[in-house]
């Protein structure tokens, strides 16, 4: 969460591919903050929404939006497109070119699934 919450006031790029190992990129797209930030913990993610519900679904770690909503650092996702949980109804998120990595209220943005990033501590 830290190192998420770090990259607050960086630029959306569509497609922006980071390298996982520098410490402090300026841009990103939505799935690549998620891949990275796990990469800071630790954790392997892989890139795109379209690979990484299914990766979550396979590992068995998809939850509810609600719970999701719940949990610092749980993912929400909607169709093309991933937010992390604050936990407390807002999101760290690379939300488009117009916003930038920042913090948004979660609230009414069509989530369909949420999901917890294997190997990280919850709670």
Not at 31 to 36: K, N, T
Not at 51 to 57: D, R
Request: hydrophobic share 35%.
């Amino acid at each position: 969460m830290q190192k998420a919450l770090a990259q607050k006031g960086d630029r959306y790029v569509f497609g922006a591919e980071p390298h996982l190992d520098d410490p402090n990129p300026s841009k990103f797209d939505c799935s690549e903050l998620v891949q990275w930030a796990a990469h800071q913990a630790g954790v392997s993610v892989p890139d795109g929404t379209m690979n990484q519900v299914p990766y979550f679904k396979q590992k068995g770690t998809t939850i509810s939006v609600a719970e999701a909503l719940r949990t610092r650092g749980a993912l929400l996702y909607r169709p093309g497109h991933v937010a992390i949980s604050l936990g407390d109804g807002r999101t760290i998120e690379a939300r488009g070119s117009a916003y930038g990595v920042n913090i948004f209220s979660a609230n009414g943005r069509g989530w369909t699934s949420g999901a917890l990033i294997p190997g990280l501590k919850y709670g």
